[in-house]
């Protein structure tokens, strides 16, 4: 009955760093995939990172060498930890998981779950 609920967004300058975390429930976490996207007005939405049971990870090309995925089993929590900042960065995040499939581009598709989002705005 409770969405996740994401946190860690804000503003830097391009080159800076922010971390990004995900509070989910137990059963929320316990999904086969959770994810990121980010959705702005100008490219919709666009899958940012993946992170399935096992721990394999898969990303966005645009965001690869310089963002990472991660959880914290103890918390329940899901990471995203991005370096290197660009203002194309700048979006609305937010987390999802994925019982059946795990794949950037389908973390809110069909009845996936997924947070309010966090603002991250990148300047120049």
């Known amino acids: 009955q409770v969405q996740p609920v994401e946190s860690g967004g804000g503003s830097v300058q391009a080159g800076g760093s922010l971390r990004l975390s995900c509070a989910a429930s137990?059963?929320?976490?316990?999904?086969?995939?959770m994810g990121w996207f980010r959705q702005t007005p100008g490219k919709g939405r666009e899958g940012v990172a993946t992170?399935?049971?096992?721990?394999?990870?898969m990303y966005g090309d645009s965001v690869k060498g310089r963002f990472t995925i991660s959880k914290d089993n103890t918390n329940n929590t899901l990471y995203l930890q991005m370096t290197s900042l660009k203002p194309e960065d700048t979006a609305m995040y937010f987390c999802?998981?994925?019982?059946?499939?795990?794949?950037?581009?389908?973390?809110?598709?069909?009845?996936?779950?997924w947070g309010q989002g966090t603002q991250v705005t990148v300047s120049s």
């Open positions: 992170i399935d049971s096992d721990g394999r990870t």
């Open positions: 999802a998981a994925d019982r059946v499939y795990c794949h950037i581009e389908r973390l809110w598709r069909g009845t996936n779950t």
């Open positions: 137990a059963y929320t976490y316990s999904a086969y995939c």
